[in-house]
């Protein structure tokens, strides 16, 4: 062979090679191409799904916000002694109802309790029992009123043969309305109950005195000689 033959087919060769390294070159950008592509949009998807996520959740925060009661603008601080005793209309034991107008023209006292039963409730319910008939005599009426359900205002007078009227406050819109519910602790934790708490109101409807963190002992005997000298 000679020189100018081996010449040419060295540089056909080397063509040959170069057009290869080319079209493997060429095969590889499409498929890499493909692959950023492919990232691109996977990351894209989960962006826009992240965002959706947080989008409802956002959502639903402001539904529980906007439906959920606010139950501390319910809660009066304090009721002032001179000022027109509010109206209320509630359940009572034995499955009827008392209300402020069925006390028009004699004094009443309203005590509230925390919860029917309990031993602190119970001695102050037995005591308030115990002085009906002085009270009777005072011209004024007690009732009791608590958060709980008719059937158990029932079930304790009966255990402790009660004969106040016990009225159930279930919503807490009459015990929030005398002041007698709020913020409370116990054993290191905070929460919202009844405070105990007693009022005495004239024959003309207003209140006469409050009685606020009432400790049971002698409290009835207490009322009593407020009720006698109103």
């Known amino acids: 062979m000679s020189k100018k033959t081996r010449k040419k087919s060295g540089k056909s060769l080397a063509s040959r090679k170069a057009r290869s390294s080319a079209s493997k070159a060429s095969a590889k950008r499409p498929a890499a191409k493909t692959a950023r592509s492919s990232t691109a949009k996977s990351t894209k998807s989960r962006r826009g799904a992240h965002a959706k996520a ?6 639903l925060s402001k539904a529980k916000a906007s439906s ?6 319910t809660v009066r601080s304090a009721l002032a002694e001179g000022e027109k005793a509010p109206s209320f209309h509630l359940p009572r034991d034995g499955g009827n109802s008392v209300s ?17 039963d309990t031993p602190g409730c119970t001695r102050e319910a037995i005591d308030f029992t115990r002085l009906s008939g002085a009270f009777a005599a005072a ?10 359900a008719p059937k158990a205002q029932e079930a304790f007078r009966n255990k402790h043969q009660l004969s106040v009227p016990l009225a159930s406050d279930e919503k807490h819109e009459m015990l929030a309305a005398y002041g007698a519910w709020g913020e ?11 405070l105990r708490t007693t009022v005495l109101i004239g024959a003309d409807g207003n209140v006469i005195k409050v009685w606020r963190h009432v400790r049971v002992d002698g409290h009835a005997d207490e009322v009593l000689a407020a009720a006698r000298t109103a």
Do not use: H, W
Not at 54 to 59: D, M, V
Not at 68 to 73: T, Y
């Open 184 to 194: 409370k602790s116990m054993y290191g934790r905070t929460f919202e109950g009844i």
């Open 100 to 116: 402020l107008q069925d006390f028009e023209g004699q004094k009443l006292v309203l005590f509230f309790y925390p919860r029917a």
């Open 54 to 59: 947080e989008a409802r959740s956002s959502k």
């Open 68 to 73: 959920a009661p606010n139950r501390k603008s």
């Open 139 to 148: 011209g004024t009426a007690v009732v009791g009123v608590s958060g709980d």
